[in-house]
């Protein structure tokens, strides 16, 4: 996978480009945001991450002109502007997803895998399935091994979430974005509460657990133990 | 709030105009008509003292015969100037004159007694009102001299209808000029108040219209123009400091869990007691970054700087929204938290600030709301406005730091984990909304009051 990473604070990219390389990218920097547009522009990028304060060039207006030259790359915005106005204007110019610095590295991967593999189309499917978990999306029902699970709205909304990144690491910031459509992060150790709910009604008195918690980062939901 | 026409300064002024104006043409013509009045009053008693002079000295002169003779003379005038004779005897008997009977009931006390006299004119009869004066002469026989004063009275009528029409024309005018520049005033001021509350409601970039009638009120707009271009340029210069006071602060910040990170990230891995120690540190980056967020957010709403973009957000649905993510921590806790809420209780805001605010009261309670406690959140619509309240029946504040929670920056309770920011942060985003945060006692306990304008 090629990345392109734009960003001005140099020790900050040496550190993100040693840990993405660690993590099998292939990645080329940039140091300001001319050079990343041009970069951008000349090769062909599965993912461009663009600080969100760059000198030459601003990052939401290189996001602007990459989408008015009809690139649809995905792009993650690393901001040090955490407002929640910022986050919007973000969004609105083109990206993909938004970071508010510092983040955990293991966030920041979590949302490359997750833009990477957001596979246009699969929005589309009407029924999940994972190893012998069923979720009919039309129907609102559940299922594992054919016996009917008893959950509710918000559980369930929790479940497609889950069972949309099956194999991928889901953040609790991602949750709580995602699921509860809130962006800022609560003191309290709530995700891990309701992922321990999900986790009894789905996983409970079953030899293969689906939900699985990765130390430190969050969760993932699949088929091998 | 509309401007209601009839309730403003200008209409107010327009009515005292209208009523000065009244008077004054009241007084001007009233005393023309008055001072015209008895102009001709005075002529008309004139010409009758001459009158009874002259007959007087006829009297003198030559008797009762002479002034028969000569009343009998001038009656024929009665048709041009409408002259009124009689001569009587001591017991009102006529002696000559052309009136038929003594029209007083005795000798009238007053000096010019007036009274109607009939005649016949050619086709019709009529009745003309008559001024006289009588005297009595040295051998008793009575003199009544008196003029018709039909003209004057029909004069003085018309005298009296023109000035009161024009008092009523002149009110009229007044007040029709009066409506007309307090409407005028009514709807450049209501111009001025529309724009300033769109202004208010978020539309930074809107300016005040100039009407280009160079007047006082296109001085005043352009003033307040120039006020508003100077906030929106002290907004964007602060907006500029906070943008780079957030970057300096939170670059380090990356850096330190960009090497923290990749500390944890090395091959081989490093000894287990290390490890414990690195996320022991990447926790208080966290709690660091926490805080320094919170701040950040209070100093931008406390800053003045209007909401940007609100949207309608329901403030009862994101509390039950909110209530619902939280039970489960309560239940862990041994809490009970549960919420209560009308229909559409909707305030223009900004969903995830005030999701923020709700965030950090439901937390407060989490953290001093002993197990076996209950916390509630109620959002209810009021007339103008959504309250919010949570209440606990925890420990709750001291009446005396309670007083404080308005204030920015005041934290309450323990410091250990600074929690006292979440409260100033909440009343800071009440703040940005229009909306005021007050702590009560919810006896025993504390009942956190939101009031956010709808």
Same mark, same amino acid.
């Given at each position: 996978?090629?990345?392109?990473?734009?960003?001005?604070?140099?020790?900050?990219?040496?550190?993100?480009?040693?840990?993405?390389?660690?993590?099998?990218?292939?990645?080329?920097?940039?140091?300001?945001?001319?050079?990343?547009?041009?970069?951008?522009?000349?090769?062909?990028?599965?993912?461009?991450?663009?600080?969100?304060?760059?000198?030459?060039?601003?990052?939401?207006?290189?996001?602007?002109?990459?989408?008015?030259?009809?690139?649809?790359?995905?792009?993650?915005?690393?901001?040090?502007?955490?407002?929640?106005?910022?986050?919007?204007?973000?969004?609105?110019?083109?990206?993909?997803?938004?970071? $508010?610095?510092?983040?955990?590295?293991?966030? =920041?991967? &979590? /949302?490359?895998?997750? %833009? +990477?593999?957001?596979?246009?189309?699969? #929005?589309?499917?009407?029924?999940?399935?994972?190893?012998?978990?069923?979720?009919?999306?039309?129907?609102?029902?559940? $299922?594992?091994?054919?016996?009917?699970?008893? =959950?509710? &709205? /918000?559980?369930?909304? %929790? +479940?497609?979430?889950?069972?949309?990144? #099956?194999?991928?690491?889901?953040?609790?910031?991602?949750?709580?974005?995602?699921?509860?459509?809130?962006?800022?992060?609560?003191?309290?150790?709530?995700?891990?509460?309701?992922?321990? /709910?999900?986790?009894?009604?789905?996983?409970?008195?079953?030899?293969?657990?689906?939900?699985?918690?990765?130390?430190?980062?969050?969760?993932?939901?699949?088929?091998?133990? | 709030?509309?401007?209601?026409?009839?309730?403003?300064?200008?209409?107010?002024?327009?009515?005292?105009?209208?009523?000065?104006?009244?008077?004054?043409?009241?007084?001007?013509?009233?005393?023309?008509?008055?001072?015209?009045?008895?102009?001709?009053?005075?002529?008309?008693?004139?010409?009758?003292?001459?009158?009874?002079?002259?007959?007087?000295?006829?009297?003198?002169?030559?008797?009762?015969?002479?002034?028969?003779?000569?009343?009998?003379?001038?009656?024929?005038?009665?048709?041009?100037?409408?002259?009124?004779?009689?001569?009587?005897?001591?017991?009102?008997?006529?002696?000559?004159?052309?009136?038929?009977?003594?029209?007083?009931?005795?000798?009238?006390?007053?000096?010019?007694?007036?009274?109607?006299?009939?005649?016949?004119?050619?086709?019709?009869?009529?009745?003309?009102?008559?001024?006289?004066?009588?005297?009595?002469?040295?051998?008793?026989?009575?003199?009544?001299?008196?003029?018709?004063?039909?003209?004057?009275?029909?004069?003085?009528?018309?005298?009296?209808?023109?000035?009161?029409?024009?008092?009523?024309?002149?009110?009229?005018?007044?007040?029709?000029?009066?409506?007309?520049?307090?409407?005028?005033?009514?709807?450049?001021?209501?111009?001025?108040?529309?724009?300033?509350?769109?202004?208010?409601?978020?539309?930074?970039?809107?300016?005040?219209?100039?009407?280009?009638?160079?007047?006082?009120?296109?001085?005043?707009?352009?003033?307040?123009?120039?006020?508003?271009?100077?906030?929106?340029?002290?907004?964007?210069?602060?907006?500029?400091?906070?943008?780079?006071?957030?970057?300096?602060?939170?670059?380090?910040?990356?850096?330190?869990?960009?090497?923290?990170?990749?500390?944890?990230?090395?091959?081989?891995?490093?000894?287990?007691?290390?490890?414990?120690?690195?996320?022991?540190?990447?926790?208080?980056?966290?709690?660091?970054?926490?805080?320094?967020?919170?701040?950040?957010?209070?100093?931008?709403?406390?800053?003045?700087?209007?909401?940007?973009?609100?949207?309608?957000?329901?403030?009862?649905?994101?509390?039950?929204?909110?209530?619902?993510?939280?039970?489960?921590?309560?239940?862990?806790?041994?809490?009970?938290?549960?919420?209560?809420?009308?229909?559409?209780?909707?305030?223009?805001?900004?969903?995830?600030?005030?999701?923020?605010?709700?965030?950090?009261?439901?937390?407060?309670?989490?953290?001093?709301?002993?197990?076996?406690?209950?916390?509630?959140?109620?959002?209810?619509?009021?007339?103008?406005?959504?309250?919010?309240?949570?209440?606990?029946?925890?420990?709750?504040?001291?009446?005396?730091?309670?007083?404080?929670?308005?204030?920015?920056?005041?934290?309450?309770?323990?410091?250990?984990?600074?929690?006292?920011?979440?409260?100033?942060?909440?009343?800071?985003?009440?703040?940005?909304?229009?909306?005021?945060?007050?702590?009560?006692?919810?006896?025993?306990?504390?009942?956190?009051?939101?009031?956010?304008?709808?």
């Amino acid at each position: 996978m090629h990345v392109l990473l734009i960003e001005d604070d140099t020790e900050a990219a040496s550190l993100l480009l040693r840990g993405l390389h660690a993590s099998g990218y292939t990645v080329e920097h940039a140091a300001d945001g001319r050079e990343g547009l041009d970069k951008a522009l000349q090769l062909p990028f599965d993912l461009i991450i663009t600080d969100r304060m760059l000198p030459q060039l601003d990052g939401l207006t290189l996001i602007e002109r990459l989408r008015a030259r009809g690139s649809a790359t995905p792009v993650l915005v690393l901001s040090a502007l955490g407002s929640v106005d910022d986050r919007i204007r973000g969004l609105k110019a083109g990206g993909d997803d938004y970071l $508010t610095k510092p983040f955990a590295f293991a966030e =920041l991967l &979590a /949302r490359i895998e997750a %833009l +990477l593999r957001r596979a246009p189309g699969a #929005a589309q499917s009407t029924r999940l399935k994972v190893e012998d978990l069923e979720f009919d999306l039309l129907e609102r029902r559940v $299922t594992r091994g054919g016996r009917e699970l008893d =959950l509710t &709205a /918000r559980e369930m909304k %929790l +479940l497609e979430f889950l069972m949309r990144r #099956a194999g991928q690491l889901v953040t609790r910031t991602m949750l709580l974005e995602g699921v509860w459509d809130l962006h800022f992060d609560p003191q309290s150790n709530l995700i891990d509460v309701h992922i321990s /709910r999900l986790r009894q009604a789905i996983d409970r008195g079953s030899d293969h657990p689906l939900i699985h918690t990765v130390r430190g980062s969050g969760y993932v939901l699949r088929s091998d133990s | 709030m509309r401007l209601e026409l009839f309730n403003t300064t200008a209409s107010r002024l327009s009515v005292v105009y209208t009523l000065l104006v009244t008077l004054a043409v009241g007084i001007t013509l009233g005393s023309a008509y008055l001072l015209t009045e008895s102009l001709i009053t005075d002529e008309v008693d004139l010409i009758i003292d001459t009158e009874l002079k002259s007959l007087e000295d006829k009297f003198a002169r030559s008797g009762v015969p002479g002034v028969t003779d000569e009343i009998n003379l001038r009656i024929d005038s009665w048709g041009r100037i409408g002259a009124v004779y009689m001569l009587t005897d001591a017991n009102f008997e006529r002696i000559s004159g052309n009136v038929a009977h003594w029209p007083f009931d005795g000798m009238p006390s007053e000096a010019w007694p007036e009274f109607d006299i009939a005649t016949i004119e050619p086709g019709r009869r009529a009745v003309h009102p008559v001024r006289a004066a009588v005297r009595t002469l040295p051998d008793g026989d009575l003199l009544l001299v008196g003029t018709d004063i039909s003209q004057g009275r029909r004069f003085a009528e018309k005298f009296r209808f023109a000035t009161l029409a024009g008092i009523g024309l002149s009110t009229l005018v007044a007040a029709i000029a009066g409506f007309w520049f307090s409407y005028r005033l009514a709807r450049r001021v209501g111009e001025v108040t529309r724009t300033c509350q769109r202004i208010l409601a978020g539309e930074s970039g809107r300016r005040l219209p100039l009407a280009g009638a160079n007047d006082e009120f296109d001085a005043l707009a352009a003033s307040v123009n120039r006020v508003l271009e100077r906030l929106e340029e002290q907004a964007g210069t602060l907006r500029a400091t906070f943008d780079s006071t957030a970057h300096d602060l939170r670059a380090p910040l990356q850096r330190l869990r960009g090497r923290l990170d990749a500390l944890l990230l090395r091959s081989p891995p490093l000894e287990a007691a290390a490890h414990e120690s690195i996320e022991a540190a990447l926790r208080e980056v966290d709690h660091l970054q926490r805080t320094l967020a919170t701040l950040l957010q209070i100093a931008l709403a406390e800053s003045g700087t209007a909401l940007a973009a609100p949207a309608a957000v329901d403030v009862g649905e994101l509390a039950a929204e909110l209530v619902e993510l939280f039970e489960p921590v309560a239940a862990a806790q041994g809490l009970t938290l549960d919420c209560r809420h009308e229909q559409a209780a909707i305030v223009q805001g900004n969903r995830q600030l005030l999701a923020q605010l709700l965030t950090n009261l439901i937390e407060n309670g989490l953290k001093y709301v002993p197990a076996g406690g209950r916390i509630e959140v109620a959002v209810r619509r009021l007339a103008d406005r959504v309250s919010l309240v949570v209440s606990d029946n925890g420990p709750g504040i001291a009446a005396a730091d309670r007083s404080r929670a308005g204030q920015p920056f005041v934290r309450f309770g323990s410091a250990g984990e600074g929690s006292g920011l979440g409260l100033s942060l909440a009343a800071a985003i009440a703040r940005l909304h229009r909306g005021r945060l007050a702590l009560e006692s919810n006896e025993p306990g504390l009942k956190v009051v939101v009031e956010l304008p709808s």
